[in-house]
């Protein structure tokens, strides 16, 4: 249908964390690789930054569930 199939080189060049989410991503998608963060280890990364920046606005002590 028009898409055009790329191999995926292992050394992925260029700035190398950017490098290594495409390559897993890629093998995420073509083979159903785990991808490097599960949804519930960003979800907790995410809450705890969100916790930062609204304890940094309010200058007060923000309660997270325990991670």
Same mark, same amino acid.
């Given at each position: ?9 292992? +050394?992925?060049?260029?700035? *190398? ?6 390559? *897993?991503? &890629?093998?995420?998608? !073509? +083979?159903?690789?785990?991808? !490097? ?8 990364? !995410?809450?705890?930054?969100? &916790?930062?920046? +609204? ?11 325990? !991670?």
């Amino acid at each position: 249908m028009g898409v055009k199939k790329y191999k995926i080189e292992k +050394n992925t060049k260029g700035i *190398a964390p950017i490098g290594r989410c495409i390559r *897993a991503y &890629a093998e995420w998608v !073509l +083979n159903d690789t785990p991808f !490097l963060n599960t949804v519930e280890e960003s979800s907790r990364v !995410l809450r705890l930054i969100s &916790a930062l920046y +609204n304890s940094s606005k309010s200058g007060k002590k923000e309660q997270i569930e325990k !991670l």
